[in-house]
């Protein structure tokens, strides 16, 4: 945000605001820093085919690592960094980092499809598909390798925007998922209109489905209709065997939780797979 903005916006608020938008801009400005240090990571976590129990592809996710090795929560930084525009550099941090790794597990006879997730930021950017198709043949990756996820709240300010981008990164061959499904309430809506190859379940599918029959019955028609619009569902954070039973039941093709996996940086990632560990030997240049 420029300063000026920024300084107007200060000046154009309650006492309430105003506390949060300072708050908003200390977050950005740490995380500005993390990411010229090398504090900000990228993890990796498996999804599963239900059936057998196979590899199907990986989300790759933000990680901002604390001077004590410890992590900081998503949740407490990544709305922050969504309100005051740094989002976007942070989208193209993880999704070089993703492609980098999609080659580097290619490489070793281990193609594995990689998620990133895209924020409105990213989304509205009007040079997107030539900045996506210039990393994947700089990588000289199959864009079949590469999933953009996208959740409701980033379709709900330019919707025709999106979707135009959108059609042109799966023109380019890039698989695209709608993430969080069912947690906002315009999901069937979007479903019905916005160009889609994967549909990811929010957890409280889950959670509902687990002891109410009524939304048992809303999963099953859910993942029944996905099927017929030819959609691949996923059901996320899955962390119990009882919550495994019932998406198997409801012929969910696609499992991601803690009960099967949890994120972890790549080089656990290359030693799930039977890989030795290839740490970069230099600090990526895209931050």
């Not at 976590?45 to 199907?56: C, K, N, S, T």
């Not at 998620?115 to 950017?125: E, K």
Request: net charge negative; proline share 5%; glycine share 6%.
């Amino acid at each position: 945000m420029a300063v000026g903005l920024f300084i107007a916006s200060l000046a154009d608020g309650d006492h309430g605001t105003i506390r949060s938008r300072l708050q908003d801009a200390a977050v950005s400005a740490r995380l500005s820093r993390a990411m010229r240090s090398g504090a900000i990571e990228v993890f990796y976590q498996p999804i599963f085919r239900v059936g057998d129990g196979a590899l199907e592809s990986v989300e790759a996710l933000v990680r901002w690592r604390r001077p004590d090795g410890h992590y900081v929560s998503p949740a407490s930084f990544v709305p922050a960094a969504e309100r005051t525009g740094v989002i976007g550099r942070i989208d193209r941090f993880v999704l070089t980092r993703a492609v980098s790794a999609a080659r580097e597990l290619a490489d070793a006879g281990r193609p594995v499809s990689i998620s990133v997730n895209f924020s409105a930021v990213t989304l509205a950017r009007p040079a997107l598909e030539q900045s996506v198709r210039h990393l994947l043949e700089t990588h000289d990756l199959d864009p079949r390798f590469l999933q953009v996820e996208i959740t409701e709240s980033a379709l709900v300010d330019d919707l025709t925007t999106v979707v135009r981008h959108v059609e042109a990164l799966r023109t380019l061959g890039v698989r695209i998922a709608i993430d969080d499904f069912g947690a906002g309430h315009a999901s069937l809506n979007y479903l019905q209109h916005f160009p889609a190859d994967v549909v990811k379940l929010d957890r409280t599918f889950l959670t509902t489905a687990a002891d109410d029959g009524r939304s048992r019955r809303l999963l099953e028609g859910v993942v029944d209709m996905c099927a017929r619009l030819h959609m691949a569902v996923v059901a996320e954070g899955v962390e119990s065997t009882d919550q495994l039973a019932l998406i198997r039941e409801a012929n969910v093709s696609l499992v991601q939780g803690f009960l099967l996996g949890r994120p972890g940086p790549l080089q656990e990632l290359r030693a799930s797979l039977d890989l030795p560990d290839r740490r970069p030997s230099q600090h990526d240049p895209s931050t």
